[in-house]
């Protein structure tokens, strides 16, 4: 067995911090992430590099901001410049292996997948999984592969004439057929069977010994809207829930309306609207938290353990009617860019931790490369892997001076969906502004956050003292803004610097038609 350590990296998608027991919360039902973070290290102030799933990914697999690795729309996809995680580690000898439920990360062809050996994409009306996935004895699994990957090329034909049919499109939107599509092209992937498959994995992996050395990626999107966990969940969260009707219809009709999952909200939620939605999403937290278990507690039995890093992390939050705003498109507030991270690697972190200092979520990328011995090829950041590496800031020794920032490029087909839709709404809740903010701690000094708007620096909070983001402190910290917005200045000058040493990727590819006509309704691509 090779010294070098195995590497898991689940990305909890659309997962909050504040609604884990670790990070608080006083509700949550998340027994086993709290064990995993009580038992290894916890950054208390992760920051996302972004808001939503696309850039946010292209910053963990490559170590930069969006606007040096220029994924920030779905239309983007990776430059060659700019290798991944899988590819740098599978050019070093290691297995990569993934196991994806989000289609914008699995199934969109924008240089995601470079590098990894196999790639198994649960979303889409025929997704692709493991021959063992189906339970079914040899050789019966076989057959049921084979036969899926058969549906899926006979389906593209069908699929690309619905997709190219404004009538199938247009009822694509309508919200009764919502649920239906959702469900029947596995939207949010099969996140409980892709747990078990990996854990499987795991199980044969062990009993087989590889001499390599692996990085296993798994992605879970249970916390994604549309909300319908299994019901012993609903029972624990939201007790009230299966015997209001009111509140049932509440969230059937969220369910449907799949263009109000990243809108600004016209109104405020109404308080019943307000706890259903905040519940159920509790719900799915709780019900992630549960499947997690098994793959834990196999992760736990490995011969292997001490020397596996293994880092759970979310891509970003998810708005539930925070100012006014719903879903992860346009703002920089915590509930979209503050999220779980959390790593054990028992043979270098043996004693459990809690870090305050704030840090970003695309050292991630250089965390990894470090735990496997690989340093940089060309380093556009004018920073090695070493000097990154999250190992340093547990150890006290912080290289970003507990500073981090984020970059909300509105992703504009949600601009356009909201135009269809409620066009009024673009420019009062400023949907086509670009945001950055830089979150930042010094010399015990609360943590401050400062937002600017389209280069004008437009909000200031204590995050120690307001969490919530309810107190707007700009006029009366007129100091702390100077300060702050310089050092907003300098990092957009810096990543500016680095994106003119990469050339732009190409236009992404989608190989699921009929996921492609879903994910148009919702406005995630063209």
């Known amino acids: 067995m090779s010294d070098r350590p195995d590497i898991v990296l689940i990305v909890l998608d659309t997962q909050r911090a504040d609604r884990l027991g670790c990070y608080g919360h006083q509700k949550a039902i998340t027994p086993n992430l709290d064990r995993f973070a009580r038992q290894g290290t916890l950054f208390e102030q992760a920051i996302s590099p972004a808001q939503w799933t696309i850039p946010s990914h292209a910053s963990m697999f490559t170590g930069l901001y969006p606007t040096a690795h220029q994924v920030t729309q779905s239309s983007h996809s990776l430059s060659a410049d700019s290798p991944t995680l899988a590819e740098r580690l599978h050019r070093h000898g290691y297995e990569t292996i993934g196991f994806c439920n ?20 649960y979303g889409g009306a025929f997704p692709s999984v493991p021959q063992n996935s189906s339970r079914l004895p040899w050789p019966l699994n076989k057959l049921a592969e084979s036969y899926t990957q058969f549906l899926r090329r006979i389906s593209y034909p069908i699929q690309n004439f619905f997709g190219q049919s404004d009538l199938a499109f247009r009822l694509s939107l309508n919200a009764w057929l919502t649920p239906l599509w959702s469900k029947f092209a596995n939207f949010k992937g099969q996140n409980a069977r892709s747990v078990r498959d990996v854990s499987h994995f795991l199980r044969q992996r062990e009993s087989r010994q590889s001499d390599k050395p692996m990085f296993l990626f798994l992605n ?41 999952w990243a809108s600004p909200l016209a109104e405020p939620l109404g308080e019943l609207e307000s706890r259903v939605l905040s519940d159920m999403y509790d719900a799915e937290v709780a019900y992630q938290d549960d499947y997690l278990g098994e793959l834990l507690a196999v992760l736990d039995g490995r011969s292997h353990h001490s020397n596996t890093l293994t880092i759970i992390v979310s891509d970003h939050g998810d708005g539930l009617g925070e100012h006014n705003y719903f879903g992860h498109a ?43 011995g690989i340093q940089p090829e060309t ?62 701690s010094a010399n015990n000094a609360p943590v401050r956050k400062l937002i600017q708007v389209d ?31 310089r050092q907003i200045k300098q990092m957009t000058r810096r990543v500016k610097q680095q994106r003119e040493n990469l050339t732009a990727g190409s236009a992404v590819a989608l190989e699921d038609e009929q996921l492609l006509k879903q994910l148009r309704g919702l406005g995630y691509v063209d």
């Open 102 to 121: 989000n289609p914008l990360v699995g199934i969109l062809d924008n240089g995601f997948k470079r590098g990894f050996e196999t790639f198994y994409n």
């Open 220 to 260: 879970l999107m249970e916390t994604h809207l549309p909300f319908w966990p299994p019901s012993g969940f609903v029972d624990k969260a939201a007790p009230y829930f299966r015997k209001s009707a009111e509140a049932q219809k509440i969230m059937a009709d969220w369910n449907r309306e799949a263009y109000r």
């Open 330 to 372: 346009f703002v920089a507030y915590q509930e979209l860019v503050h999220v779980p991270m959390m790593m054990q690697w028992p043979r270098h972190l043996p004693r459990p931790a809690r870090i305050n200092a704030p840090v970003s979520t695309r050292r991630v990328y250089h965390t990894i490369l470090d735990a496997a």
């Open 379 to 440: 380093s556009l950041a004018d920073e090695t892997v070493s000097e990154m590496t999250l190992l340093h800031t547990v150890n006290g020794r912080e290289p970003e001076q507990n500073t981090v920032y984020s970059e909300i490029y509105p992703p504009l087909n949600f601009v356009r969906a909201i135009e269809n839709h409620q066009p009024e709404l673009i420019e009062p809740f400023r949907c086509l502004a670009t945001r950055r903010a830089v979150v930042q």
């Open 455 to 485: 280069d004008i620096p437009d909000e200031l909070f204590n995050l120690t003292a307001d969490p919530l983001e309810l107190t707007n402190e700009k006029a009366a910290m007129a100091d702390e803004v100077i300060n702050l917005n």
